[in-house]
Nanobody, 125 residues
Framework: QVQVVESGGGWVQAGGSLRLSCAASGRTFTLDRMGWFRQAPGKDREFVAS????????GYADSVKGRFTISRDNANDTVYLQMNSLKPEDTALYYCAARYSRFSAYYDSTSYNFWGQGTQVTVSS
């Protein structure tokens, strides 16, 4: 089993920055990828960014490319999501997730096995 815990959400004005953290624990050596997803009120959960457990490969949703950066601290089994140039439409509950399988698209939320409780990000205009 793997546990993931997010932190770092909050309130920020449009154009500002936030950094989310996701600490993984347990049998992390079995993981293929970690990912960030988000869900705004009344909308479906959507993919934001993903990184392989090795940290060598990343993927982003078009809506955040050039603004968000995902990274991994190998020493601490922590994944970060640096969010710059935030927009009101980035407001959502952000979830960290982890998965075993490498045979599904990295943006497919159903392929992720472990989920955190979520951290709220609110961007005001």
């Amino acid at each position: 089993q793997v546990q993931v815990v997010e932190s770092g959400g909050g309130w920020v004005q449009a154009g500002g920055s936030l950094r989310l953290s996701c600490a993984a624990s347990g049998r992390t050596f079995t993981l293929d990828r970690m990912g960030w997803f988000r869900q705004a009120p009344g909308k479906d959960r959507e993919f934001v960014a993903s990184i392989t457990w090795s940290g060598l490969s990343t993927g982003y949703a078009d809506s955040v490319k050039g603004r968000f950066t995902i990274s991994r601290d190998n020493a601490n089994d922590t994944v970060y999501l640096q969010m710059n140039s935030l927009k009101p439409e980035d407001t959502a509950l952000y979830y960290c997730a982890a998965r075993y399988s490498r045979f599904s698209a990295y943006y497919d939320s159903t392929s992720y096995n472990f989920w955190g409780q979520g951290t709220q990000v609110t961007v005001s205009s």
